[in-house]
């Protein structure tokens, strides 16, 4: 019974991965605006919420540590509880990335559901401050509130919190190697 599970599960999972191919070309275009943005000085701002959090804080590292490229996320649980205590949840974001952003930078937004306020208001801010690479991934319903927000925006057509995290997750780690060009790297 457990086999058949695991065999469907992993038939599924691979089903999403393998959903549409203009995510290759987006892709490719989201490592070329990294690489622009590095270029111009700028640093790429990545932020989710939950397990899209840690996905944020492995990419951000691994794209500083081994792409380099400046790369931040705002995991601190002081800044989250200090910014949330005193300017609320669905705003704690919005300030960061008013206090910690230029407009050079390139902004990366992950909500599985698409539907976290803190997210479509990170994103509103963000077009307010006059940052022009911003980018979402979502998941759930195609159309949800955030997929829309982004100059690029990738979306997983699932509604498996798993599925929606680990495709995420390969996207951007992919992103990784394809810019140090090898699947292979010393640590």
């Known amino acids: 019974m457990d086999n058949i599970f695991l065999k469907q599960y992993l038939n599924d999972f691979t089903s999403c991965l393998n959903q549409d191919e203009g995510n290759l070309d987006k892709l490719v275009e989201l490592k070329n605006r990294i690489l622009e943005t590095n270029s111009n000085s700028?640093?790429?701002?990545?932020?989710?919420?939950?397990?899209s959090a840690a996905i944020s804080s492995h990419f951000s590292v691994d794209l500083t540590k081994n792409a380099n490229v400046r790369a931040?996320?705002?995991?601190?649980?002081?800044?989250?509880?200090?910014?949330?205590?005193?300017?609320?949840?669905?705003?704690?974001?919005?300030k960061a990335i008013e206090f910690y952003s230029d407009p050079e930078d390139l902004i990366i937004l992950i909500s599985s559901s698409g539907k976290?306020?803190?997210?479509?208001?990170?994103?509103?801010?963000?077009?307010?401050?006059?940052?022009?690479?911003i980018v979402t991934f979502t998941g759930f319903l195609k159309d949800n509130p955030l997929s829309n927000k982004g100059n690029i925006n990738f979306w997983v057509n699932s509604k498996a919190y798993n599925?929606?995290?680990?495709?995420?997750?390969?996207?951007?780690?992919?992103?990784?190697?394809?810019?140090?060009?090898d699947k292979y790297y010393k640590a």
Do not use: P
């Not at 601190?76 to 919005?94: K, V």
């Not at 997210?119 to 801010?125: C, E, K």
């Open 42 to 51: 700028g640093k790429v701002i990545i932020v989710g919420n939950g397990g």
């Open 72 to 94: 931040l996320n705002f995991n601190e649980a002081d800044l989250i509880t200090c910014f949330s205590n005193d300017y609320g949840f669905e705003n704690w974001i919005s």
């Open 116 to 133: 976290s306020l803190n997210m479509i208001n990170a994103a509103d801010t963000a077009k307010g401050l006059g940052i022009k690479n």
């Open 163 to 181: 599925f929606i995290e680990n495709i995420h997750q390969i996207w951007l780690l992919s992103i990784v190697d394809l810019i140090i060009g």
